[in-house]
C-alpha cells in the first residue's frame, strides 16, 4: 500500500468494459478473429495514479492484486509506448488500485493501460488527442483502442475498427456485473469457438441491436466454466433489461433502468450465489 509519503498528483479511472453484444464471424490466418461488437463502459472499475519518479515504475495493490507483475505488465507497456512515441524522457511512479477481477471479460488489464495511456498524456503534458492515443494502442491489444476512448462505441474488424455511438436509450441504465472468480483464457475461449458464423449485428437502435444480439463466446466459456449458466439464469430472474455474458467471460451482467433495480438484483443474486463478485456501475 502507498504511504502518507506517497504523493500521487492525479489519478485516471480505469472503466469496466462490457460487451453488449459480441458476433464472432470468421477466424483470420493470423489467428485473430473478425468480429463485430459493442463496447459499453461503466462508471467504475481499476484506479490508476500517478507521481513524480526518475523511472517508469508501478506499484499494485487492491483486491485482486495477488499474482499481478510490477514488472511485466500492460501498464508498463502502455507507459514506454507513450513515452517512445512522444520522445518523453521524464519517468513517473504508478500506482494501480486492482478492483476488477483478472482474465474476466471486462476490460481488466486492457482498460488499465488505456487509462494509463490517458493519464500519463495528462502527466507529460503530450498533448495527444483521444483517437491518436487509441490509434497508437493498437499494438498492445485488441481492446485496449476501445478502452482509451472509454464511451460506447461499435467494433468491427478484431474489434478495433470503432465507430463512436450515442448512447440513445442506454442512457441512464445500470449493469450489475457478476463474476465467479473463475478466471477464464480468451485464447483458449476464442480457439473453441465453433466456427460457425451466426450473422452479423443488426443496424439501427442501439438498445434494440443489443438486445437483439448474442455473444458467441458464451458456449465455449460455458464449457470452462459452467457456473456461467447458473449466473445467467439467475440474471434472468431478476427481470433486467437484457442479461448476457461478456467479452470471453466469465463474467456476466445485467442492465436495468435504474440503480436501485441494480442493487436489488445484486442482493438477489448474492443470497443463491454468495461466492460470487458483484458490482453495480452506470453506463457511461
Known sequence: MPTDSDT???????CAKINLALHVRRRLPDGYHDIETI????????????GTGQAITLLIDGPF?????????LILDAA????????????????????????SGIGGGSADAAATLRLLNRFWETGLSLEALAQLSEPLGADIPACVLNQTCRGEGIG????????????GHYALLANPLVPVSTAIVF???DGV?????????????????????????????PI???ILSELGKTEPVMARMSGSGATCFGLYETEQLALAAREDIAAILPDIWTMVGGLK
Do not use: T, Y
Open 65 to 73: 492484486s495477488d499474482g499481478l507483475s510490477n514488472s511485466n505488465n
Open 39 to 50: 463496447f459499453a463502459f461503466l462508471d467504475c472499475g481499476d484506479v490508476i495514479s500517478v
Open 8 to 14: 500521487f498528483c492525479d489519478s485516471e479511472l480505469a
Open 80 to 103: 514506454h509506448l507513450l513515452a517512445s512515441h512522444a520522445n518523453v524522457e521524464a519517468g513517473a511512479r504508478l500506482h494501480l488500485e486492482k478492483c476488477l477481477p483478472v482474465a
Open 197 to 225: 458464423d451466426r450473422g452479423a449485428l443488426q443496424d439501427g437502435d442501439l438498445m434494440d441491436a443489443a438486445i437483439a444480439g448474442r455473444n458467441d463466446l458464451q458456449k465455449p466459456a460455458g464449457n470452462l466454466a
Open 160 to 171: 478495433q475498427d470503432l465507430v463512436p455511438l450515442e448512447n440513445g436509450a442506454l442512457e
Open 228 to 230: 456461467i449458466a447458473d
Open 191 to 193: 480457439q473453441d469457438w
